[in-house]
């Protein structure tokens, strides 16, 4: 039976590793290199690495890291941020990517979805999704959290799951960095609506909401940045305790 | 000297950086004329179907690594480099790929496709493959189709998505695995350095 995940996710810019709360605020985390091999010996599932510097030198650099952390680190790893082209894809996966990770490039353009798919399978290609509440729907917001898409994220995920898109990593900006738990809601709508797995991004403050996001949720895999960097839980701690409550993990 | 094919799949880094790690000598081969010299063949994967065996045939690669496997030298594949090795999959029907073992490629049915995560293999008989791995291991798994072969005797591994299906397979020289030791931690790296032994 498959397992689900825990991820540590790296938000890099410029080579630092930096968490924000709600995208502002930014704090220093650390050098994503060393917190990389410190996840994969805590028995962390995979690594995203997102490069949230809009600079050319930040990809430049976020390419080294990946390159850096792909020669002593075995697990699958999955680049993102400022990815909008095949081109930038296949250089992505060349640094040592194993998955790409594409926001707003898809919502301006998705056939890049279908481009990747078919020249490195629908398995590398991770949709990424920035969720915000407006109303009664979620809607699909682009740089980084500031900008409404117009697409509404249900009908969003279905279209990018037809087009290619192998998994989806669903971020709710209302949740990002508050602790507040996951938003189960956004999970279950996105989840029942495609049939490729969901990776839940955004709230988690304690060990129960990361247990709410896997059983309520029925998330894949399971998405942390802050409660990890900061030393909060470790990996171990956080599977130990999912185990000890049904939910089955990798050792 | 293990040569590893260079067929423009994305994770081919991966598995060479696995490699290096591990101190084990190796050549990347985009060219036939690097096949000289070469000992063990590694087919690595991810990728699609028809991007894959267009880009073999395109780098002169297919037929080469044909006679190889006909030859039963050594050889391992690794998920798209498994199913590459039977005659067509679902995933683009009507691409002819190398026919080495007969069975069909069918896509998964019963759960969320593809299939990503750490999922158990039980090995299913013998494999030097397997020292030190117990009865079963946790691998790195990253794909929609599965192997389903037509001689049940080629199966090694298997693992649970939703149904039971081979996850390795060895007749010969040639053995072939569906998930990524490359990217599947102590586990994974152990079972290259087993094959490398061999």
């Not at chain 1, 599932?45 to 680190?73: C, P, Q």
């Amino acid at each position: 039976m498959i397992t689900t995940r825990l991820i540590p996710c790296l938000d890099v810019d410029d080579g630092r590793v930096v968490k924000g709360i709600k995208f502002k605020g930014i704090r220093d985390a650390g050098d994503p290199v060393d917190l990389a091999k410190r996840y994969n010996t805590q028995n962390a599932d995979e690594l995203v690495f997102l490069d949230i510097g809009a600079s050319y030198k930040s990809r430049e650099t976020m390419l080294n890291v990946v390159e850096a952390v792909s020669r002593e680190v075995f697990i699958p790893l999955t680049v993102g941020g400022g990815i909008r082209t095949v081109v930038d894809m296949r250089n992505a996966l060349m640094a040592g990517a194993d998955k790409v990770a594409i926001c707003s490039a898809a919502l301006a353009n998705p056939e890049v979805l279908s481009e990747g798919a078919y020249q490195f399978g629908a398995q590398c290609v991770v949709l990424s999704i920035d969720a915000k509440r407006e109303g009664e729907n979620w809607y699909a917001f682009t740089h980084g959290g500031r900008k409404n898409s117009g697409r509404e994220v249900v009908e969003w995920a279905k279209e990018a799951a037809k087009l290619g898109a192998g998994e989806i990593l669903l971020n709710s900006i209302d949740r990002d960095g508050t602790k507040a738990g996951f938003d189960i809601e956004l999970l279950n709508a996105v989840g029942q609506a495609v049939n490729i797995p969901v990776i839940a991004s955004g709230g988690a403050g304690t060990l129960p909401q990361i247990l709410e996001a896997v059983n309520a949720g029925n998330a894949d895999a399971v998405l942390l940045a802050s409660l990890l960097h900061y030393g909060e839980f470790t990996v171990q701690e956080i599977k130990t305790y999912l185990e000890k409550n049904g939910v089955k993990m990798r050792w | 000297m293990i040569g590893v094919i260079d067929y423009g799949a994305g994770n081919l880094r991966s598995v060479k950086k696995a490699l290096d790690f591990l101190g084990v000598k190796n050549r990347v081969i985009d060219d036939p004329a690097q096949l000289s010299g070469i000992e063990k063949m590694l087919l690595p994967g991810v990728g699609a179907f028809q991007a894959s065996v267009e880009q073999l045939q395109k780098k002169s690669l297919f037929d080469p690594v044909k006679v190889w496997l006909q030859e039963d030298r050594p050889f391992l594949g690794i998920c798209l480099g498994m199913q590459v090795l039977f005659q067509d999959g679902e995933e683009n029907p009507g691409i002819t790929a190398l026919g080495i073992v007969d069975g069909s490629v069918p896509r998964f049915q019963h759960e969320r496709v593809p299939q990503i995560g750490w999922n158990k293999v039980f090995f299913t008989r013998e494999t030097p493959l397997a020292n030190g791995l117990g009865k079963d291991a946790y691998f790195y798994f990253l794909h929609g189709f599965y192997v389903a072969p037509k001689d049940p005797a080629v199966v090694v591994g298997e693992t649970e998505y939703g149904i039971r299906y081979p996850s390795m397979i060895a007749r010969g020289n040639m053995t072939a695995v569906q998930f990524h030791p490359e990217k599947s931690g102590e586990n994974g790296l152990t079972l290259l350095k087993n094959w490398v032994a061999i």
